[in-house]
């Protein structure tokens, strides 16, 4: 990612309503479908700012990797975990079948070699393990916002299925999630192609406009793995190894 974009997202992912809610879905999809066992090992697979560290601690004795300078110093800097230098696929020195739970958290977009990236976040996975991934969704809405965080494809979900099939991973729970904004993001990026200027999707809006969103948002907590959503902004995934 540009080192402008790593700035802009430590300055607002503890306030953004993208940020907060997807914490809170997250936490909620582990809780339902990955919860680890006490005194477990966690890992975050690149980092980046460090904006889910809290919330993975919670969890466990929590590790983290990044493979960016400048985002791991952020991320260390928030004293919750020691951040190492990691790069998926090969560049992981870490020991195999040692974690209970592992998040790769709109991490896999970035990485070319997705598929090998998820096989060897596999091996390093436990037996009873559960890793969980996010990732945005629906290529027909690739804007100039994927180019700036140098994501290298959208997913739908069949080739996000496929990828983690291929990657010799099992599927325990899919499905599109930022659902209910989806209608909003569309005709927003319709706009945009229209006008031919891309607003920074991670700007922070004004207050009450920041609160409406995260609470429609936030509530797919309660829908996810219970109500199959058609189509959505991103996309999540529970894995385990075969």
């Given at each position: 990612?540009?080192?402008?974009?790593?700035?802009?997202?430590?300055?607002?992912?503890?306030?953004?309503?993208?940020?907060?809610?997807?914490?809170?879905?997250?936490?909620?999809?582990?809780?339902?479908?990955?919860?680890?066992?006490?005194?477990?090992?966690?890992?975050?697979?690149?980092?980046?700012?460090?904006?889910?560290?809290?919330?993975?601690?919670?969890?466990?004795?929590?590790?983290?990797?990044?493979?960016?300078?400048?985002?791991?110093?952020?991320?260390?800097a928030k004293?919750?975990?020691?951040?190492?230098f990691?790069?998926?696929?090969?560049?992981?020195?870490?020991p195999?079948?040692?974690?209970?739970?592992?998040?790769?958290?709109?991490?896999?977009?970035?990485?070319?070699?997705?598929?090998s990236s998820?096989?060897?976040?596999?091996?390093?996975?436990?037996?009873?393990?559960?890793?969980?991934?996010?990732?945005?969704?629906?290529?027909?809405?690739?804007s100039?916002?994927d180019?700036?965080?140098?994501?290298?494809?959208?997913?739908?979900l069949?080739?996000?299925?496929?990828?983690?099939?291929?990657?010799?991973?099992?599927?325990?729970?899919?499905?599109?999630?930022?659902?209910?904004?989806?209608?909003?993001?569309?005709?927003?990026?319709?706009?945009?192609?229209?006008?031919?200027?891309?607003?920074?999707?991670?700007?922070?809006?004004?207050?009450?406009?920041?609160?409406?969103?995260?609470a429609?948002?936030?509530?797919?907590?309660?829908?996810?793995?219970?109500?199959?959503?058609?189509?959505?902004l991103?996309l999540y995934?529970?894995?385990?190894?075969?």
């Open positions: 990612m540009d080192q402008a974009a790593y700035a802009g997202m430590n300055a607002v992912e503890q306030r953004h309503w993208w940020f907060v809610a997807r914490r809170r879905i997250i936490a909620s999809l582990i809780d339902r479908f990955a919860l680890p066992p006490r005194n477990a090992k966690v890992l975050e697979a690149g980092c980046g700012t460090g904006g889910n560290l809290a919330l993975l601690a919670r969890y466990g004795h929590l590790e983290a990797f990044e493979f960016d300078d400048g985002a791991r110093d952020l991320a260390s004293g919750i975990a020691d951040i190492g990691g790069a998926l696929p090969d560049r992981v020195a870490l195999d079948r040692s974690y209970d739970l592992i998040a790769l958290l709109d991490v896999l977009e970035h990485i070319e070699d997705d598929r998820l096989r060897r976040l596999g091996d390093l996975l436990r037996s009873e393990g559960r890793l969980i991934l996010t990732v945005p969704a629906i290529p027909s809405l690739w100039r916002h180019e700036i965080h140098h994501h290298h494809r959208r997913y739908t069949e080739t996000l299925r496929s990828c983690i099939a291929d990657a010799g991973l099992k599927v325990e729970k899919i499905g599109y999630f930022n659902s209910l904004l989806f209608p909003l993001a569309w005709l927003q990026r319709q706009a945009q192609r229209v006008r031919g200027h891309d607003a920074p999707l991670d700007d922070m809006p004004g207050r009450l406009l920041n609160g409406a969103l995260q429609v948002f936030a509530l797919e907590r309660f829908l996810l793995g219970r109500v199959k959503m058609p189509i959505g991103s995934a529970v894995v385990s190894a075969r």
